[in-house]
């Protein structure tokens, strides 16, 4: 049996070479996919979220993956259909969205297929793809338009209306099966795509669509869209990409021999009246009819076109894109969402943030113009607003009474990690240091939330956390707490603010990031210590499985004295314990887990 480091690498290979897939369906009955899959998902906070039947990774087995792979060897695997819940849409407390919880077992497979699957088509998606891939986010997608569309002149954004909702499920396994010629994954897949959804308890069909909240749904997806990115690259962007370089400028080398003629003269004050004028006038010809630039990029079912030319072709380019949509992948783009913006004179919406076209006369670099085209990245006013009036009342700051009977460290902490996330997406803006006023906001509620604890005032809250950082620009001010442990442990320290409000060009957010060293670690020995097969309770030998809990507080809050279990899991600092099937009782009750 293959390890799957082999076997991703051999798929990667293949989709490299863009060599068709045959036999895919057999790599699922390798059980060290699974235990890949197992790894990267327990630690997910979804893990212990039950689905429709209330499984969750807890008691999870080498024979529960032997079970999996029996019934997937038989085609006799079923997925089961997701819980749907509603949650708040980002941005809109009173708009919904649905979220789909799957079952562990789904969870699982469902990460096998995703591992499978982006293996083989991750090397042939676009450059210019950003949503939802290894070492890319939004960061990556806005750098690029920053470092790449320069001169552009019209903004064309794109936005598909129900984008994940409306996938065609027969063009996406047609789209599969040109590479993945497997009838068997293909079924598979087509039995995920349709399983349907409870909610309130009611079965209901899903006729088109990704499952909201699945595992694969995000690969799936952009296997899909992926279309739409080898259209705009072969057909738009050839058509409307024109010209080497712009043709110079008649007036601007006017100017030029007056200046020399004026020069010959001796007439100094005339040179200097000239190169005054000289400096707002552009060198090349902005009206160029040969010359065309077209560009383009795409997060998730966002995309965003950078246009030089008239404003007449760039509306037949939306209507050409809104047609393949329709005829080709059965998509609609929102009328009220894809707009065309000039760039210079008004801003674009992408990602979060505003996108211009700059333009200074004044400002010289290196005795050049050096703005003028540059692209521009701004922190929109509406999300400043809308940010600080989370942290208002009647139009003042105002305390969070939900976090005051809590310990100080979980009140700075959750409003660090609130604050430290908004500040660090807008980075790449050049105006960053508007955050300054959610910083006032942010940073009053805080103490007036410990004031209040502590019936004191702000300024003495202040004045006992306040507390000084380094940073690359210098010692900053913040709110710090700091709890100190035994056994030569590191503090715990909670901490707000103390980021410098100052734009890092080369600031880095992605979507999926690699995971980090402790977590490799973490999931290559959970997966030896699963495989080992020896209950960490009683030190039997047996077909042992693992057992989960959420968080290591939750066990805290179990009677006193705590169970054998509890005290093996706290003293571990492990969220997880291998045991045998009569020491799994601990659900039975804490009191019974204590006998064993």
């Given amino acids: 049996m293959q390890d799957a480091a082999t076997v991703l690498g051999v798929l990667r290979e293949r989709g490299r070479r863009g060599l068709p897939l045959e036999r895919l369906y057999r790599q699922l009955f390798n059980p060290q996919l699974y235990l890949l899959a197992y790894g990267r998902l327990y630690s997910n906070k979804g893990a212990m979220t039950p689905g429709a039947d209330g499984e969750t990774v807890d008691g999870m087995s080498m024979a529960k993956i032997e079970r999996i792979i029996d019934a997937l060897r038989h085609e006799r695997y079923r997925w089961r259909p997701v819980r749907r819940v509603w949650i708040a849409k980002k941005g809109s407390a009173a708009k919904k969205r649905p979220l789909g919880l799957p079952s562990w077992s789904d969870k699982l497979v469902g990460e096998v297929v995703r591992l499978l699957l982006e293996a083989y088509y991750e090397p042939r998606f676009s450059t210019r793809s950003h949503g939802f891939r290894p070492r890319r986010g939004c960061h990556t997608a806005l750098s690029e338009v920053v470092n790449t569309w320069a001169g552009t002149t019209w903004f064309i954004e794109g936005d598909i209306s129900d984008c994940f909702g409306s996938l065609d499920h027969d063009v996406l396994l047609g789209i599969i099966s040109e590479k993945i010629h497997d009838n068997r994954f293909l079924r598979l897949l087509r039995h995920m795509l349709q399983a349907g959804y409870l909610e309130d308890w009611q079965w209901n069909a899903t006729l088109s669509g990704a499952p909201q909240g699945g595992v694969a749904s995000p690969i799936m997806s952009n296997i899909y869209l992926d279309r739409l990115d080898k259209f705009v690259e072969t057909v738009l962007i050839r058509e409307y990409t024109q010209g080497d370089v712009r043709r110079p400028s008649i007036a601007y080398r006017e100017m030029i021999n007056a200046i020399a003629r004026a020069r010959y003269r001796g007439d100094r004050a005339e040179v200097r009246r000239l190169r005054k004028q000289l400096r707002v006038m552009p060198s090349k010809d902005l009206h160029d009819p040969g010359y065309r630039r077209l560009r383009y990029i795409r997060y998730a079912d966002d995309h ?6 008239p404003k007449a072709e760039a509306e037949q380019i939306k209507q050409r894109l809104a047609q393949f949509l329709r005829d080709e992948l059965k998509l609609e783009l929102s009328e009220d969402k894809t707009l065309i913006t000039h760039g210079r004179t008004s801003a674009a919406t992408f990602l979060g943030y505003e996108i211009t076209v700059q333009h200074n006369q004044h400002k010289l670099t290196d005795g050049r113009r050096s703005v003028n085209g540059a692209i521009g990245l701004r922190v929109p006013r509406a999300v400043i607003k809308a940010k600080c009036a989370s942290y208002m009342q009647r139009g003042r700051p105002a305390r969070r009474s939900r976090l005051v009977n809590l310990d100080d460290h979980v009140i700075i902490s959750s409003y660090g ?23 006032w906001a942010a940073q009053t509620s805080l103490l007036k939330t410990l ?22 620009y210098g010692p900053r001010k913040c709110l710090q707490v700091s709890i100190e442990r035994g056994d030569g442990r590191k503090s715990l320290v909670a901490r707000f603010g103390g980021i410098p409000l100052k734009r890092q060009k080369k600031a880095v957010l992605e979507d999926r990031r690699p995971d980090s060293a402790t977590a490799r670690r973490k999931g290559r020995e959970l997966i030896a210590r699963l495989r080992l097969g020896r209950c960490e309770i009683c030190e039997q030998r047996a077909d042992v499985r693992v057992h989960h809990v959420r968080k290591l507080t939750d066990l805290d809050a179990r009677d006193q004295p705590p169970p054998l279990w509890a005290q093996l899991m706290a003293k571990k600092r492990r969220k997880t314990l291998v045991v045998c099937p009569p020491c799994h009782r601990i659900h039975i009750g804490p009191h019974t887990a204590n006998t064993l």
């Fill in 451 to 472: 004031a209040c604890k502590y019936d004191s005032t702000v300024s003495k809250m202040a004045a006992r956390y306040r507390a000084t950082v380094e940073t690359p």
């Fill in 417 to 439: 990690a609130e604050y430290r996330g908004i500040v660090q997406y807008y980075l790449l803006a050049g105006d960053v240091f508007r955050l300054n006023r959610l910083l």
């Fill in 304 to 309: 965003l076109l950078g246009f030089v030319g």
